[in-house]
């Protein structure tokens, strides 16, 4: 049984009396293994670079940058969790970008290290390409029903089961995101998080811009219409905060921006429903449940959790019929 905490009215038309509140969709999605995934496995995608760039290939390999990758990575989380966004608020460290190139340069040092008995010195530019492959189309690929669940909402977008449906990517990640989805073909607004301090303020990968009038606005123009990730919102899932930011986010952007909805959209005016699709039970959907949305799991590698009364769908196809179950709420 589907649970909808946002909603008691009834009723999808479109033309409603004054004492009718609005039905605004707030529909998000993870990002890494929920949208897109890489094209080869990381491990094999990093030693292809390294070879390309003249290390060699009988000791750079698969098997050994996966444990050293693991190991790095593990250690860099600890030292500077979420891409050490509270040391880059204090002006000491450099963010997503110098976070990543410590990763890159801690795993190929223990690869390296391990046969030359040496720290090993990196090509110049071996990084930065590192840095680029994860930033396009050249290091991820979407999942095959990923486009055509988008061009389905932009059909159920006209419908009359919300009068208005924000979409948007809750992302545990830095700000690659946006432009990993731009390179694959998706539609992105503008709209990122804003908590505590201006997310124009961290450095990162993407060059932020103020939002405008004229700044793809419009849903019909957007796939996704803003882009939460944790770096930006200074929590990652399942904590509570981020889904906050995003719920906040989306209101200020309905609130600005829709000229066909009332300017005060706020309480009795307006019933917003908040759902959240992910692959992981407890930074995706438990996250989302505890923080007051409704919730899809959707478990890509095919793992279900034995846990009674979890929500889950098989394949993004599915997400409409149950979007469209809201018609009668």
Not at 85 to 108: H, K, M, N, T
Not at 190 to 195: C, F, K, M, N, W
């Amino acid at each position: 049984m589907i649970t909808r905490p946002y909603s008691t009215n009834s009723g999808p038309e479109l033309s409603r009396s004054k004492a009718s509140p609005l039905r605004l969709l707030v529909l998000t999605f993870d990002a890494f293994s929920t949208l897109f995934h890489p094209r080869r496995p990381v491990p094999e995608l990093y030693t292809s670079v390294a070879h390309s760039f003249g290390l060699p290939p009988s000791v750079v390999t698969p098997t050994k940058l996966q444990s050293a990758f693991k190991e790095a990575f593990k250690a860099q989380s600890k030292r500077y969790p979420n891409y050490g966004r509270e040391e880059v608020l204090r002006g000491r460290y450099g963010g997503p970008r110098e976070w990543w190139s410590d990763v890159i340069q801690a795993s190929f040092a223990k690869v390296l290290g391990e046969d030359n008995g040496k720290v090993a010195k990196l090509p110049d530019g071996m990084v930065e390409s590192l840095l680029d492959l994860f930033a396009s189309q050249k290091g991820y690929a979407l999942y095959e029903d990923v486009a055509p669940l988008f061009r389905k909402l932009s059909e159920f977008k006209r419908s009359a089961v919300f009068d208005r449906v924000i979409t948007g990517v809750i992302s545990n990640s830095d700000d690659r995101v946006p432009a990993v989805l731009k390179s694959l073909g998706l539609k992105v607004g503008d709209v990122r998080a804003d908590q505590g301090r201006s997310s124009m303020e961290l450095p990162g990968f993407e060059e932020r811009k103020k939002i405008t009038g004229e700044a793809e606005l419009s849903q019909d123009n957007n796939d996704i219409d803003m882009i939460i990730t944790s770096y930006e919102a200074g929590e990652e899932k399942p904590h509570r905060l981020i889904f906050d930011v995003a719920r906040q986010q989306a209101k200020a952007f309905v609130t600005t921006h829709d000229l066909t909805l009332p300017s005060d959209i706020q309480g009795d005016r307006a019933r917003w429903f908040c759902i959240h699709v992910g692959d992981d039970y407890d930074k995706d959907y438990k996250g989302a449940v505890n923080a007051g949305w409704d919730s899809f799991l959707l478990p890509r590698d095919g793992h279900t959790p034995e846990i009674e009364q979890v929500k889950m769908i098989s394949t993004l196809s599915d997400l409409i019929p149950e979007l469209e179950r809201y018609a009668s709420d």
